[in-house]
Nanobody
Framework: QVQLVESGGGLVQAGGSLRLSCAAS???????????MAWYRQAPGRQRDFVAG????????FYADSVKGRFAISRDNAKNTMYLQMDNLNPDDTGVYYC???????????????????WGQGTQVTVSS
């Protein structure tokens, strides 16, 4: 089993910044660079939406239109950790942020929620106006 643990959420004013982290571990955990990774978020009463994705080596990144230019996804494979730098936050960014790992090692679609094999428990981000 693979465990993903998010951290870094909190309450911030509009225009502020937060940096989320997702640490991976587990008894059956493979090398971190064998997982494509992503961040999703879920606002109250809404479905879980794609935010950003990053390929195995980190060479390719993908973003939802709503966060382009404000968020940056990255990973440190030596530390088994993924990050999401969030700048210029607005109240629409409020929600629970989840990290996800795809173990298929090939056919990865970043914004296909059903394709991910592992999910973290989420971290709350609240942006006040």
């Amino acid at each position: 089993q693979v465990q993903l643990v998010e951290s870094g959420g909190g309450l911030v004013q509009a225009g502020g910044s937060l940096r989320l982290s997702c640490a991976a571990s587990g008894r059956t955990f493979n090398s971190f660079d064998t997982y494509a990774m992503a961040w999703y978020r879920q606002a109250p009463g809404r479905q879980r939406d794609f935010v950003a994705g990053i390929s195995w080596s980190g060479a390719s990144t993908f973003y939802a239109d709503s966060v382009k230019g404000r968020f940056a996804i990255s990973r440190d494979n030596a530390k088994n950790t993924m990050y999401l730098q969030m700048d210029n936050l607005n109240p629409d960014d409020t929600g629970v942020y989840y990290c996800a790992a795809d173990d298929t090692r090939g056919n990865w679609t970043p914004d296909d929620r059903s394709g991910y094999d592992y999910w973290g428990q989420g971290t709350q981000v609240t942006v006040s106006s």
